[in-house]
Nanobody, 125 residues
Framework: QVQLVESGGGSVQPGGSLTLSCKLS????????IGWFRQAPGKEHEGVLC???????KYADSMKGRFTSSRDNDKNTAYLQMNSLTPEDTAVYYC???????????????????WGQGTQVTVSS
């Protein structure tokens, strides 16, 4: 069974950092690009970045500088490192997987083949 499971969410104060994990099961991370998305209440899914199988990363313009991604193929897990968080970063964060490299549609939720269930991140003082 193909599955992506996000973890690492929680509550953090403004200016803080969090690292989210995306664990794959039923398929091998080595062959997949991983996209990260977020969805705030009442809003559409917003693309954060996409990391291809070779480790190259494409970012949404608004996410550059504070968000980075990495992948550990041995652990079949991808990561999203988030720094200098603000209350506007409060959302449910999702990972998604696709067999193609991060292409023109890397910020499009529907482009991906598989999606996780999300993990809540709350930034508040």
């Amino acid at each position: 069974q193909v599955q992506l499971v996000e973890s690492g969410g929680g509550s953090v104060q403004p200016g803080g950092s969090l690292t989210l994990s995306c664990k794959l099961s039923g398929f091998t991370l080595h062959y997949y690009a991983i996209g990260w998305f977020r969805q705030a209440p009442g809003k559409e899914h917003e693309g954060v970045l996409c990391i291809s199988a070779d480790g190259s990363t494409k970012y949404a313009d608004s996410m550059k500088g504070r968000f980075t991604s990495s992948r550990d193929n041995d652990k079949n897990t991808a990561y999203l490192q988030m720094n200098s968080l603000t209350p506007e970063d409060t959302a449910v964060y999702y990972c998604a997987a696709d067999t193609d490299p991060c292409g023109s549609y890397y910020l499009e939720w529907e482009w991906y083949d598989y999606w996780g269930q999300g993990t809540q991140v709350t930034v508040s003082s």
